[in-house]
């Protein structure tokens, strides 16, 4: 039997606490596969940003019974495909799992938001904060080719650090993080892959692409029965 793997955990600042390869190799082609067969239901799609209209570098879609959207009117979650009009595909059975082992919060996650990058895509410095629950932490995971995530206070303005995030990296972002502002600066060239021994990439991914997948609570959950 393979040994257990040895869990290292770093605290970026309180409460921004990055999981280096929580996900092994078996793990990420697992949640990739997944995540592919939600595609056929809820396919990658170009959003915009409210007012200009400008479109996003990335792709995105969601899993779950929320999904994050943006497109002139605004931000907000809703149940269906803003495409298609049909509802989410379910959150990965591996996903869930992260969540209940990383994010220390009693309720499942509503939303698993799917940013898909092409190797000359980004995100502009963000907060999350259009949900409901700002108690519950936002839990990402991510695939294929490594990022430049940049991370800095609860103002923009705030002095910023960076860090790369791997394949089958888990980012917890709660706690005194929950509102900072963060983004992705760029993708990472993949290393020549001389063993053949690189990561396996996901089929739906453009060349040295990267995908992540961003878990949120949104709505309050009921309060639960007191004896
Ligand atoms: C990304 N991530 O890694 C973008 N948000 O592609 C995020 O925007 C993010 O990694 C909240 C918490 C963790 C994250
Ligand atoms: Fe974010």
Redesign the pocket.
């Known amino acids: 039997m393979a040994p257990p793997v040895e869990r290292v955990s770093v605290e970026l600042m309180p409460g921004l606490i990055l999981h280096p390869g929580w996900l092994d190799g078996p793990a990420r082609t697992r949640l990739a596969a997944d995540l592919a067969a939600g595609f056929s239901v809820a396919p990658p799609y170009r959003p915009r940003m409210p007012r200009t209209g400008r479109p996003f570098s990335?792709t995105m879609t969601n899993c779950g019974p929320l999904g994050w959207v943006s497109d002139i009117a605004g931000y907000r979650y809703q149940a269906h495909h803003p495409e298609t009009g049909a509802p989410w595909p379910a959150i990965p059975e591996l996903a869930l799992r992260a969540w209940d082992d990383l994010s220390g919060y009693p309720a499942p996650p509503e939303a698993a938001l799917v940013?898909l990058?092409a190797a000359d895509a980004r995100?502009g410095l963000?907060q999350?904060r259009d949900e409901a629950t700002l108690d519950a932490p936002?839990?990402?995971l991510?695939l294929g080719a490594s990022?430049l995530?940049r991370y800095g206070g609860t103002s923009r303005s705030d002095p910023t650090r960076s860090v790369r995030?791997h394949a089958g990296d888990a980012?917890v972002?709660g706690g005194a993080a929950r509102l900072v502002h963060?983004?992705?600066d760029r993708i990472l060239p993949r290393p020549p892959d001389l063993l053949g021994a690189g990561e396996a990439m996901p089929a739906f991914l453009p060349p040295d692409g990267?995908c992540?997948l961003?878990l949120r609570r949104v709505t309050r959950p009921e309060p639960s029965p007191t004896a």
Do not use: K, Q
């Open positions: 990335v940013n990058y995100m963000h999350d936002v839990l990402s991510s990022a995530f995030l980012l972002m963060h983004g992705i990267r992540n961003t």
